[in-house]
């Protein structure tokens, strides 16, 4: 069984830093992507970034500059590193996979996910 947790969210003061986890379980990497997305209060999901096991990256144009998405195959675990946090960046994170690639014009579609974890909370306060 796919399972996805993430961890990390909390509050920060604007410009501030945040790390979060989603450690996952159930599945190889290998073949798969694994993505960040989150919503605001009110709005759609977004996606936030995307790493690809054949080492593709994708960011969000809002987050370009400031996030940095990774994995640690041994670990099972894939990381978002957040800096320079903005009041806008408050939503709840959720992680997400799916088989193969979607690349730079899909990987973005929450649509196209069929596993999600329960999300984490990350309030930026100004």
């Known amino acids: 069984e796919v399972q996805l947790a993430e961890s990390g969210g909390g509050l920060v003061q604007a410009g501030g830093s945040l790390r979060l986890t989603c450690k996952f379980s159930?599945?190889?990497?290998?073949?798969?992507?694994l993505a960040w997305f989150r919503q605001a209060p009110g709005k759609e999901r977004e996606g936030v970034s995307c790493?690809?096991?054949?080492?593709?990256?994708y960011y969000a144009d809002s987050v370009k500059g400031r996030f940095t998405i990774s994995a640690d195959t041994a670990k099972n675990t894939m990381y978002l590193e957040m800096n320079d946090l903005r009041p806008e960046d408050t939503a709840v994170y959720y992680c997400?996979?799916?088989?193969?690639?979607?690349?730079?014009?899909?990987?973005?579609?929450?649509?196209?996910?069929?596993?999600w974890g329960q999300g984490t909370g990350v309030t930026v306060s100004s």
């Open positions: 997400a996979k799916i088989n193969g690639y979607l690349g730079y014009n899909d990987w973005y579609r929450a649509y196209e996910y069929p596993h």
């Open positions: 790493l690809s096991s054949d080492g593709d990256t």
């Open positions: 159930g599945f190889s990497f290998k073949g798969a992507s």
